[in-house]
Structures are given as structure tokens and as C-alpha cells.
């Protein structure tokens, strides 16, 4: 047993700590560099955003069908801060390796782990460092925020959140994968090439493998990119959340294992793959959860309310078997406007792929390729439609119940506006860097004679 002065060894607090992270993570010249690159790469994003939303409205004033179609969510944030992502993506890596491998270069890393601190607050004071390093660097984007209701625009609480709350998710992730580059590799400079390995890693296998069946289809999973993209769509995914909180708690546990100096290496990966198959168990549990919540203000990724009420009291399963091959454009129609919306509305779904690639391609005369077979209880119908308008009716059917009343005025109004953001691009190229400039002036300035002979004989 640990003596009580072992115990006091590691009740220090934490912080002292946190300022001694927080100060060298924004005394590095990375830092301040990424936030002015921030300024002109997000401001320009948000002003072509603008233009083409404007362009768009024009058409849409003059014929208000187009209307509904027009949502800030899909117009004005998600290409404002998909600027940001690729920010993150390419730049956050050298800053948050900042918090660890420069301690590693300098030896002053077996100085930190003498101090009286246990690893897993060391640990977890550089990856709160981080955060404080994201919620800086996205003031850019949240400026945008702020000039797009001043330009009379409309924001969705929800839908505006759920973005905001993926994007915070996604920086984590990559904080955590950067501080166990840092805590693997010798340098900075290697930590960095492992880090960026794994992020343009992902975009290779996000647009190589996407699509794909079988074991491909899996990997593509793997990918950083399928982080964002339902928060992108404006789905509050509960599986997708834990298993990128499982992903952070993996990299930071790692972390914790590779961080100590003078552990023999054996030691090191004995203990690594035990990490890794915790997280492996983690992952597989989150898989099963299927919870998603659709926060959009219009609805897209939901039938209308009346019919989602509806389908959630038929408590039989329903059972589909698609014959389309999955690379088939009307399989991806169908999975996107019925399979998935049904997913989230029924409380039992399961879906088959019976297609093939042959079938596809033209290489096979199966004369039910092209076909949907839906099964509910006793009763089973077929349907070669990917419109809920078609397949709603033929399930209410196979249920024996009648189609309920539309629900008046639920339809999306859509928000069309006619704006310039020319006023924006002063404050991106001109205002923010100058005050981001002062900020790192500050924060760099030496500390002054009077505070510095504080306290000496006079």
C-alpha cells in the first residue's frame, strides 16, 4: 500500500497545470499562424457562401416553389465551416502537438513526470489545452455566426448546435490522435507526418473505398470524414457520438501508456494492446446503438410528422429486401428518401441486399432487379418505386390501417434572402488578423522591469 505521503505526492492542484499548458500552447508561433490563415480562408468561404445563396434566392423570389428548398443550414454553414474543417484537418495537428512534443525534444518531459501529478492529469491537461486551443482558432467561424443574421439571415437553434457540436467532436479527435503522434514518435516533426498520414489518409479512403460492399464498405468507416457528415446533414447520430468519444478516451489512454520516458518497449505495447481491446469492445457496443434524431428545422431526413407518429405505433417487424446492387443510383435514392427515414420512424426494421453487381452492369436478365419487397407480418407487396409518396401508401396497407391526414401548415417555408457580405471580408482580411496580431503581441510581450524586481531591496 501507498503511504499517505505517496498519496499527498499526486494531490496537487491541477491548476497550476492547466495555465502551464494553456501558456505554452499559445506562446507557439503555430498557433497564432493558424488563426490568421483562419481569417481570410473562412472569410472567403463565408462571402462565396453568401453570393451563391443570393443567387439563389433571386430565383427563388421570383418563384416561391423554389423557396423551400432554400435552407442556411445547407447554404451558409456547412461550406462556411467545411473551410474550417480542412483547417482543422491540415494546420490543429502542429498545434496540438505543441503540447507534447516539444517537451519531448527539449528532455523536459522527465521533469514533467517527476512532478506531482498522476500521468492521467498530465495527460488530460494537455488535451483540455487543446480544446481551449479549437474554441480559439474557431472565433473566425464563429464570427460568421454573428454577420449572418446581421445580414438579415436565419439561423435554426438546433440544426445551427448539432453542427457546431459536431465540429467540436471532430477537433477533439484530432487533438487526441495528434497528442498520441506526439507521445509515440521522438520529434514534432514526426509526430506531424503521422498525424497527417492518418487525416489525408482518411480522405483517400473515404473517396477510394465509399460505396463499395463487403469489406471495403467497412473500412470506409474508418474514415475521419464520416465524423462530420451526419452532423452535416442535420442528424444527431447516438452511435456516431459514442463511438467518437470511445475513439478520443482510446487515443488519450495511449497516450497515458506512451508517455512515460524509460518504460521498456515491451512493456509499452503489452499494455497498448490491452487499450486496444478495451476500445475494440467500446466500438463494437457503440455499433449496436442506432438512436439518431433528426434536428433539422425542415425536416429532410424524416417522413412528415403526421406519418412519423403513425409508423411508430407499428410495432410488428418490417422486413426489405432490395434487388439493386449497392453501387446502383437508385438503391442510394431509395436508402436516402425511404430505407433510412423508415430506420429511425419504425421501432423494428431490417433491410436486405439482394442485388448484384452482374445485374448492374447488365450482365444477368433477372427479371426482379430493380424491385423492393416489403414484409410486414403476413402480408408482403412489391414495389420498384424510391418515393416515400408511393411506398408509404403500400405499407399502411400491408399494416391494414389508413393513411393519416397531412398535418396543415408543417411545410418548410424555406428562408430566401438577397444579401451582400462584402462589409464581412474588412473585418476577415483587415479587423480579425489586426486584433489577432495584438492578441500575440500581448501574449509574447516580456514582462515588465517593475514586476520583474517586485519585491528586491530598494
Not at 480562408?41 to 433571386?58: D, P
Not at 472565433?139 to 439571415?153: D, N, R, Y
Not at 466500438?283 to 424524416?302: F, I, K, P
Request: proline share 7%.
Amino acid at each position: 500500500m501507498r503511504s499517505p505521503e505517496a498519496y499527498g505526492r499526486f494531490a496537487a492542484p491541477l491548476w497550476p497545470l492547466l495555465a502551464k499548458e494553456l501558456r505554452e500552447i499559445t506562446n507557439g508561433r503555430a498557433f497564432w499562424t493558424m488563426l490568421l490563415l483562419l481569417c481570410p480562408l473562412v472569410g472567403y468561404s463565408f462571402f462565396q457562401a453568401v453570393s451563391l445563396y443570393s443567387e439563389a434566392s433571386t430565383a427563388a423570389l421570383q418563384s416561391p416553389v423554389l423557396a423551400n428548398s432554400l435552407s442556411p443550414l445547407d447554404g451558409i454553414l456547412v461550406p462556411t465551416l467545411g473551410s474550417f474543417y480542412v483547417a482543422v484537418t491540415l494546420l490543429f495537428p502542429f498545434v496540438a502537438i505543441r503540447a507534447l512534443g516539444q517537451e519531448k525534444e527539449t528532455g523536459a518531459l522527465r521533469l514533467l513526470v517527476q512532478l506531482p501529478y498522476r500521468l492521467s492529469m498530465l495527460v488530460s491537461a494537455k488535451l483540455i489545452a487543446v480544446l481551449a486551443a479549437w474554441c480559439l482558432a474557431f472565433v473566425p467561424a464563429l464570427s460568421t455566426l454573428v454577420f449572418w443574421p446581421i445580414l438579415g439571415g436565419h439561423l435554426a437553434p438546433l440544426e445551427t448546435a448539432n453542427l457546431l457540436f459536431g465540429h467540436l467532436l471532430y477537433g477533439l479527435l484530432i487533438g487526441a490522435l495528434a497528442l498520441f503522434s506526439a507521445s509515440i514518435a521522438e520529434s514534432a516533426a514526426t509526430a506531424a507526418i503521422i498525424a497527417l498520414a492518418v487525416t489525408i489518409g482518411s480522405w483517400v479512403l473515404d473517396f477510394t473505398v465509399a460505396g463499395n460492399p463487403g469489406l471495403l464498405s467497412w473500412l470506409a468507416q474508418l474514415s475521419l470524414t464520416q465524423t462530420l457528415r451526419p452532423f452535416e446533414q442535420g442528424l444527431l447520430a447516438g452511435g456516431l457520438v459514442l463511438r467518437a468519444a470511445s475513439a478520443i478516451l482510446g487515443l488519450v489512454a495511449l497516450t497515458i501508456v506512451w508517455l512515460p520516458p524509460g518504460v521498456p518497449l515491451l512493456g509499452k505495447l503489452r499494455r497498448s494492446l490491452a487499450c486496444a481491446v478495451i476500445l475494440a469492445l467500446m466500438l463494437g457496443v457503440a455499433t449496436q446503438v442506432r438512436s439518431t434524431v433528426d434536428v433539422t428545422e425542415d425536416r429532410r431526413n424524416s417522413f412528415p410528422s403526421a406519418d412519423q407518429r403513425l409508423l411508430g405505433t407499428l410495432r410488428l417487424p418490417l422486413h426489405v429486401t432490395v434487388h439493386l446492387a449497392q453501387e446502383d443510383p437508385r438503391y442510394a435514392d431509395l436508402q436516402r428518401n425511404v430505407l433510412a427515414k423508415l430506420e429511425r420512424a419504425m421501432p423494428s426494421v431490417s433491410v436486405a441486399l439482394a442485388g448484384r453487381r452482374q445485374a448492374f452492369s447488365g450482365g444477368s436478365t433477372d427479371e426482379s432487379y430493380g424491385e423492393a419487397e416489403y414484409v410486414y407480418g403476413n402480408r408482403s407487396d412489391v414495389s420498384r418505386s424510391t418515393s416515400p409518396r408511393e411506398i408509404l401508401p403500400l405499407l399502411y396497407a400491408l399494416a391494414g390501417i389508413s393513411p393519416p391526414e397531412p398535418t396543415p401548415g408543417s411545410e418548410y417555408p424555406g428562408y430566401p434572402l438577397v444579401a451582400s457580405a462584402d462589409a464581412a471580408l474588412y473585418w476577415f482580411f483587415g479587423g480579425l488578423p489586426l486584433v489577432i496580431v495584438l492578441c500575440w503581441w500581448w501574449v509574447r510581450r516580456p514582462p515588465s522591469n517593475s514586476l520583474a524586481h517586485e519585491g528586491g531591496p530598494s
